[in-house]
């Protein structure tokens, strides 16, 4: 259960042990995991050769990795912690896969030791996982993708740059236009004080949005506690300055004041806001609980020999760690949501990867945890991946609530449905176990394109 904590920035969080890919792992392939910059990871003193099909996916079954949270444990009712998991040490199943391909041993992540190169999945990784390689080239000019993060991250803008040059992106810059960094009341040089566990959140979402949307624009806008109140208000601020996207990767446990708060914070039409739905497995979490915004899930995403050439199921590590689902206890149920399990809202609408053992790259050297390439999982990977396919999909109606564009998607090639896994007990099935069709864990499935993700 969650374990109230003092307000303060960061507070260093529990270790935990992940066992990852031992279910799916026969149907692993080659089939596109690797861009040319990820290749470097692996050791080259050995002549490359190709490994078959089924030497991957032993390779892959191998992985394992202990991981903490970044933001420490969920907060007292009022307030909220990150949803970003940092990988400490073990082998990631690219690694993995990666070693298999060349035919040498694998290499390991260490604790607080910088990676020379990255050891999760890139932009071409997840591009192709997603259906989005072509959008990503040609769509999302003139576009901006808010990011809403509790305390500073110094290094925010120097990260971002490292992570784009090393994975071939546009630069994307204050210089240029491209990218803007203000506190919650607008201000560019008025910044909350310096955090390094939700520094790390923030390097998170920044790659992951220019990952998906390499052509948007980015605006950072950091709240000056991880109240609610807060980061409500840095939501507001970031509409306010014209984000038609906002991402939001973090949580906390519900309250009576939650309808206050959709008021207040959350109710804008015409905006593309996202949450992630949480890391401790089965239940509810707000703001991913607003009738307002897209509860992101997660999933384990891994290469198969279907015509996809990925598979993904629910992530699940145990019962206390997987992504969340659930019904609210207070929200509304959107009109657009039809599901009968719920008396009030349900959690998640759709999802994207957030395994920590088939986590993302990421470039973050804000504070003692700041070592430079780090793999991330959690939701907090998945809400700013879908922040970014709705901005590739376009601008939306301007009376709309985007979160309700994959439910007249659903069923159809626009959305990948995700129909195995689980993420921890519940009274009603579906609310915690994958199946065809909607389920908590996943909501409607994943991104194939943008098509599920526009008016």
């Known amino acids: 259960m969650r374990t109230p904590t ?19 792992t026969a149907a692993l392939l080659l089939t596109g995991l690797g861009t040319a910059a990820h290749a470097s990871a692996a050791p080259s003193s050995t002549t490359p050769r190709t490994a078959g099909a089924q030497a991957v996916a032993a390779a892959v079954a191998k992985a394992h990795v202990q991981y903490t949270e970044q933001c420490g444990s969920t907060p007292r009712q009022g307030y909220a912690a ?40 890139g932009p071409s990784d997840l591009q192709d996982a997603y259906g989005l390689t072509s959008a990503a080239a040609t769509a999302g000019s003139g576009e901006t993708i808010a990011i809403v993060d509790a305390y500073d991250d110094p290094n925010a803008e120097s990260d971002l740059a490292t992570y784009r040059a090393h994975y071939g992106l546009s630069a994307c810059t ?15 040089a008025s910044l909350p004080a310096p955090d390094s566990g939700w520094a790390g959140e923030i390097s998170l979402d920044l790659d992951m949005a220019s990952a998906i949307c390499p052509n948007c624009g980015i605006l950072l806008v950091e709240a000056k506690s991880a109240s609610m109140a807060n980061l409500g208000t840095a939501v507001n601020e970031a509409v306010k300055l014209g984000a038609k996207y906002v991402s939001n990767s973090y949580g906390g446990s519900e309250s009576p004041s939650d309808s206050t708060y959709d008021s207040s914070y959350f109710n804008h039409p015409g905006v593309a806001i996202t949450v992630s739905a949480g890391d401790e497995g089965y239940g509810a979490e707000y703001p991913a609980a ?34 969340g689902s659930g019904c609210s206890a207070y929200d509304t149920k959107p009109t657009w ?25 990421v470039y973050d050297t804000y504070g003692s945890d700041g070592t430079g390439w780090n793999t991330f999982g959690g939701t907090s990977a998945s809400a700013p991946i879908i922040a970014a396919v709705y901005a590739l999909a ?35 099935s579906y609310l915690c176990t994958a199946r065809s069709g909607y389920d908590g864990p996943t909501g409607w499935g994943t991104p194939q394109g943008t098509a599920a993700f526009t008016g």
Do not use: M
């Open 6 to 24: 003092p307000d303060t920035p960061h507070t260093q969080g529990r270790w935990h042990r992940l066992a990852a890919a031992a279910t799916a």
């Open 82 to 121: 990150c949803h970003a998991l940092r990988v400490t040490s073990g082998t990631t199943a690219y690694q993995e896969e990666q070693a298999a391909k060349r035919g040498v041993a694998p290499a390991t992540v260490s604790p607080r030791a910088a990676s020379a190169t990255p050891t999760g999945y």
């Open 174 to 188: 204050t210089a240029n236009g491209c990218f803007k960094k203000v506190g919650q009341t607008g201000s560019t």
């Open 290 to 323: 607003s009738r307002y915004v897209t509860a992101v899930g997660g999933t384990r995403l891994a290469a198969s020999s279907t015509s996809r050439g990925w598979t993904e199921s629910v992530w699940n590590t145990s019962g206390t760690e997987g992504t």
């Open 337 to 361: 949501q039809t599901d009968t399990g719920c008396a009030k809202r349900t959690i998640a609408d759709v999802s994207a990867v957030a395994d920590p053992a088939t986590g993302v790259s």
């Open 394 to 428: 376009g601008t939306p109606g301007s009376g709309d609530y985007p979160a309700r564009y994959p439910y007249a998607a659903a069923g159809t090639a626009a959305l990948n449905d995700v129909t195995s896994g689980s993420n921890g007990s519940c009274s009603t």
